[in-house]
Structure formats: structure tokens, C-alpha cells
């Protein structure tokens, strides 16, 4: 007998009337649109953006819409769940009272089992206690025992360190030390927003992680110019179709609910319990072509003035997409590097622009600079070819002087995308 669920996260639902709302309805249309009857839905966590009794009666209401369709629910708190000016005691009976489901479960659904556990308290990593975790070892074992071929599902919020895109900044390290000898154990978690477009959503070495993205919003890791919250994160709202057969083949389906797109069976993983069949490894980086430029690519100064450079150029190629790109900027007077910065592609946009633009500031005046722009792909592999150019920045008075002329030409270039 076919299993089909699905699943979501970080919906952040919020006391006054948001955009929330619409998302989270949307996302559940769509799911009763793709998958007629659900068999489960699984929530990974921040239902809500505060844990407020408010903002639970406006998620059910929502909610009840479609549960006829949805299935055994599967609802865990996540970190914002805890919060609302209240004990985590609280909190967790607030949860219980107003969902009707218990903060943390272990159910058997057309025989197979699925397990969620619930943070226990309010800190960015998650907190689960030693009995908890003796709790999550006892019913992996009675799942395993039932039948040890057969997946078993595991909800909760935070990503385990140092698995899926998003939890090495976002992941919990208690977690591993229990699941590492459960291979069949297949665990959804949110937490971090990173987006499903990224092909390290999924990991596999002890068990297979998957990163279940979020209804709300979407954010990406540190130490780009560009910053965390993208421009349009709002746009972006991801979740998971997973499909078992009965001979416990597990098909993953990522859906982006905006663009109303599924890209069907993308992760396959045809033997849950042993790990000598997992695809999803930490050597995939190994066997990923470069990304590169086409001949035909190009780089143009936009403006410059005394201290500010503004850069458009042709995005390069991948298979997958290109994650990001990295910028050199050297000095020609003394020929040493003079900032070196990394700014995102627009991978997570539902139209990727040909052109992206970005500003270098902290130029000295009248000084001549190089500029060369390389490629990097997802898992971090660089382009070879890059692209380059040379500029000199004005003199302080000359730049005072064409202060109008600039600002008439710094408008954004049709079909590219500005990083300011």
C-alpha cells in the first residue's frame, strides 16, 4: 500500500492579519491540488511566530480549510513556539490545548512509523533533555524492531549539525548521537529557511536528513555582501511531497508553492536502511562539473566615482544553478589585493536574471583597480575561466563635478538584477 504525506515548516503565522496567511492557505491548496488526499502532514516546528494563543486560532482556521484532505496531522514546536511571554510549560500547553497534539509522538501510519520530538525550550539550536533523547532512542527501537527494512520518519525542528544546507549554522549537535545507528531513520527539520533549490537540502552518511525549507520566507548562510534575507525572500515558499511504495522505495518531490512548480521524484532513496546504497554523500562535491563562463559573456562598468565602483555582468553556466560569485578586487598601483568579497546569484528567484549588478565601495580616489569575477556552484566548486576588467576611480573634485551625470545612469539594466 502507497504512502503519500507531505511536508512543511516555518510558517510563522502572526497575531495581526499578514502575508503569512495567504502563503500558509496557498501552500495548502496546492498540496490538495498536487496530491488529492493526503495520508499525514508533517510540521516541522514555528507554526507560529510567537507561540500566542492569537496566532494558533488564526493557523487552524486556516488550517481546518483543508484537513479533510491533509491526513494524520504531525505537529512539533520549533523555537518561536516557545515563546510568548510564558513558561516553556506553558508554552507546550498552549501547543497541546490549542492543536490537540501532543509536543511530541510517535505514530504508526498504514504501518509505517513516524516520530516527532519538540525542542524544550527557546534557544536558536534547540534543547532536548537527557530523557528526551532516552524517549527518541526507545521508540526508534520499537519502530526498528517492528520492521528494520522499512523508513522511519522523524519531525523536528532544528537541523542535525553538520547535514543539510543550513545546519552548520542552524543545526542542533545532540541529535546524532542517537540517530547515527538508526540508517533507515529519514528526518525532515526547518529552522533555517535555506532554500530546496540547493541540491545539499539532502544528506546521507548515518542517516538521510532532509531540509524541508519554509512557507514564509527564505533566508541563506552568512558572509556574502549581499546579506541573509535576499531581495524577494518573501516570495519564496517550499515544501516536500514524499511518496513510499511498498517495497519502501522513498521518492521525495520538492514543490515551490509561489510558481506552483513540483519537480517530481528528485530524491530517490531505494534502500532507507542500508547505508551502502546512499547517493546523497559528502563526496557528490567530488563528482559535480565547474561552472563556467560562456565565450560570449561580458563586464561593464556602470559608473564610477572617487570612491564607489557599480559592476553589471553576464551570470555563468552551471548544470544545477550558480550559487554565488567571487569578487577580486586589486590594486594595479602596488598590484595587491584590495578586497575580496562574495555575493549571492539570484538562484532562489522564479525568473534568474542574465545580468547581475553589484556596487565595490571603499575605492581610494584616482587609483586604477582590476576586478575579476569567478563562478561558484553550490557544493563550492570555482569556474576555471572568470570574468575581468580594469577601472580607475575619479579624482574627488572631478567626481563632485559629474555627481549628476552618475546618478542619471545608475538606473538597474533591463533583465538584470541589482545587489547594492
Given at each position: 500500500?502507497?504512502?503519500?504525506?507531505?511536508?512543511?515548516?516555518?510558517?510563522?503565522?502572526?497575531?495581526?492579519?499578514?502575508?503569512?496567511?495567504?502563503?500558509?492557505?496557498?501552500?495548502?491548496?496546492?498540496?490538495?491540488?498536487?496530491?488529492?488526499?493526503?495520508?499525514?502532514?508533517?510540521?516541522?516546528?514555528?507554526?507560529?511566530?510567537?507561540?500566542?494563543?492569537?496566532?494558533?486560532?488564526?493557523?487552524?482556521?486556516?488550517?481546518?480549510?483543508?484537513?479533510?484532505?491533509?491526513?494524520?496531522?504531525?505537529?512539533?514546536?520549533?523555537?518561536?513556539?516557545?515563546?510568548?511571554?510564558?513558561?516553556?510549560?506553558?508554552?507546550?500547553?498552549?501547543?497541546?490545548?490549542?492543536?490537540?497534539?501532543?509536543?511530541?509522538?510517535?505514530?504508526?501510519?498504514?504501518?509505517?512509523?513516524?516520530?516527532?520530538i519538540s525542542t524544550e525550550g527557546?534557544?536558536?539550536?534547540?534543547?532536548?533533555?537527557?530523557?528526551?533523547?532516552?524517549?527518541?532512542?526507545?521508540?526508534?527501537?520499537?519502530?526498528?524492531?517492528?520492521?528494520?527494512?522499512?523508513?522511519?520518519?522523524?519531525?523536528?525542528?532544528?537541523?542535525?549539525?553538520?547535514?543539510?544546507?543550513?545546519?552548520?549554522?542552524?543545526?542542533?549537535?545532540?541529535?546524532?548521537?542517537?540517530?547515527?545507528?538508526?540508517?533507515?531513520?529519514?528526518?525532515?527539520?526547518?529552522?533555517?529557511?535555506?532554500?530546496?533549490?540547493d541540491e545539499r537540502s539532502i544528506?546521507?552518511?548515518?542517516?538521510?536528513?532532509?531540509?524541508?525549507?519554509?512557507?514564509?520566507?527564505?533566508?541563506?548562510?552568512?558572509?556574502?555582501?549581499?546579506?541573509?534575507?535576499?531581495?524577494?525572500?518573501?516570495?519564496?515558499?517550499?515544501?516536500?511531497?514524499?511518496?513510499?511504495?511498498?517495497?519502501?522505495?522513498?521518492?521525495?518531490?520538492?514543490?515551490?508553492?509561489?510558481?506552483?512548480?513540483?519537480?517530481?521524484?528528485?530524491?530517490?532513496?531505494?534502500?532507507?536502511?542500508?547505508?551502502?546504497?546512499?547517493?546523497?554523500?559528502?563526496?557528490?562535491?567530488?563528482?559535480?562539473?565547474?561552472?563556467?563562463?560562456?565565450?560570449?559573456?561580458?563586464?561593464?562598468?556602470?559608473?564610477?566615482?572617487?570612491?564607489?565602483?557599480?559592476?553589471?555582468?553576464?551570470?555563468?553556466?552551471?548544470?544545477?544553478?550558480?550559487?554565488?560569485?567571487?569578487?577580486?578586487?586589486?590594486?594595479?598601483?602596488?598590484?595587491?589585493?584590495?578586497?575580496?568579497?562574495?555575493?549571492?546569484?539570484?538562484?532562489?528567484?522564479?525568473?534568474?536574471?542574465?545580468?547581475?549588478?553589484?556596487?565595490?565601495?571603499?575605492?581610494?580616489?584616482?587609483?586604477?583597480?582590476?576586478?575579476?569575477?569567478?563562478?561558484?556552484?553550490?557544493?563550492?566548486?570555482?569556474?576555471?575561466?572568470?570574468?575581468?576588467?580594469?577601472?580607475?576611480?575619479?579624482?574627488?573634485?572631478?567626481?563632485?563635478?559629474?555627481?549628476?551625470?552618475?546618478?542619471?545612469?545608475?538606473?538597474?539594466?533591463?533583465?538584470?538584477?541589482?545587489?547594492?
Amino acid at each position: 500500500m502507497e504512502l503519500n504525506f507531505a511536508v512543511i515548516s516555518d510558517i510563522h503565522v502572526k497575531a495581526h492579519n499578514s502575508k503569512e496567511d495567504e502563503k500558509l492557505d496557498l501552500a495548502l491548496s496546492r498540496l490538495k491540488e498536487y496530491q488529492q488526499n493526503l495520508d499525514a502532514l508533517i510540521i516541522t516546528g514555528d507554526i507560529t511566530n510567537s507561540g500566542r494563543e492569537k496566532e494558533y486560532k488564526k493557523f487552524s482556521k486556516i488550517y481546518n480549510k483543508y484537513s479533510e484532505f491533509l491526513g494524520e496531522k504531525i505537529f512539533l514546536m520549533g523555537n518561536h513556539d516557545c515563546w510568548g511571554g510564558v513558561s516553556i510549560k506553558a508554552a507546550q500547553k498552549r501547543f497541546k490545548d490549542n492543536l490537540n497534539e501532543d509536543i511530541n509522538s510517535h505514530k504508526v501510519i498504514k504501518g509505517y512509523h513516524f516520530i516527532s520530538i519538540s525542542t524544550e525550550g527557546k534557544r536558536l539550536s534547540g534543547l532536548f533533555s537527557k530523557k528526551l533523547l532516552a524517549w527518541l532512542k526507545n521508540e526508534l527501537e520499537i519502530a526498528r524492531n517492528d520492521d528494520s527494512k522499512k523508513p522511519i520518519f522523524l519531525g523536528v525542528h532544528q537541523h542535525i549539525e553538520n547535514t543539510v544546507y543550513g545546519s552548520e549554522a542552524w543545526g542542533n549537535k545532540d541529535l546524532h548521537e542517537v540517530l547515527k545507528d538508526f540508517p533507515q531513520v529519514i528526518n525532515f527539520s526547518g529552522h533555517s529557511h535555506y532554500p530546496l533549490n540547493d541540491e545539499r537540502s539532502i544528506h546521507q552518511k548515518d542517516f538521510t536528513s532532509v531540509g524541508a525549507g519554509s512557507t514564509s520566507y527564505m533566508e541563506l548562510e552568512r558572509g556574502k555582501v549581499n546579506g541573509t534575507i535576499q531581495p524577494k525572500a518573501g516570495r519564496v515558499s517550499q515544501g516536500l511531497i514524499v511518496k513510499v511504495s511498498e517495497d519502501n522505495v522513498v521518492k521525495i518531490s520538492t514543490i515551490d508553492f509561489t510558481k506552483n512548480q513540483v519537480n517530481e521524484d528528485r530524491w530517490i532513496i531505494n534502500e532507507p536502511s542500508n547505508k551502502d546504497n546512499f547517493l546523497y554523500i559528502d563526496n557528490r562535491r567530488d563528482l559535480r562539473k565547474k561552472p563556467y563562463f560562456k565565450k560570449e559573456s561580458s563586464v561593464h562598468i556602470k559608473y564610477v566615482t572617487n570612491n564607489v565602483a557599480k559592476i553589471s555582468f553576464t551570470q555563468a553556466i552551471h548544470e544545477d544553478f550558480i550559487h554565488s560569485y567571487e569578487i577580486s578586487v586589486v590594486n594595479k598601483n602596488n598590484n595587491k589585493e584590495f578586497k575580496k568579497m562574495m555575493i549571492f546569484s539570484d538562484f532562489y528567484m522564479e525568473y534568474i536574471k542574465s545580468r547581475l549588478s553589484f556596487k565595490i565601495k571603499g575605492l581610494f580616489p584616482n587609483t586604477e583597480y582590476t576586478v575579476r569575477i569567478k563562478a561558484i556552484e553550490s557544493f563550492g566548486n570555482k569556474s576555471e575561466n572568470y570574468l575581468q576588467t580594469d577601472f580607475k576611480t575619479l579624482s574627488i573634485a572631478d567626481s563632485l563635478m559629474n555627481f549628476n551625470k552618475f546618478l542619471s545612469i545608475s538606473r538597474i539594466e533591463e533583465n538584470s538584477i541589482d545587489f547594492d
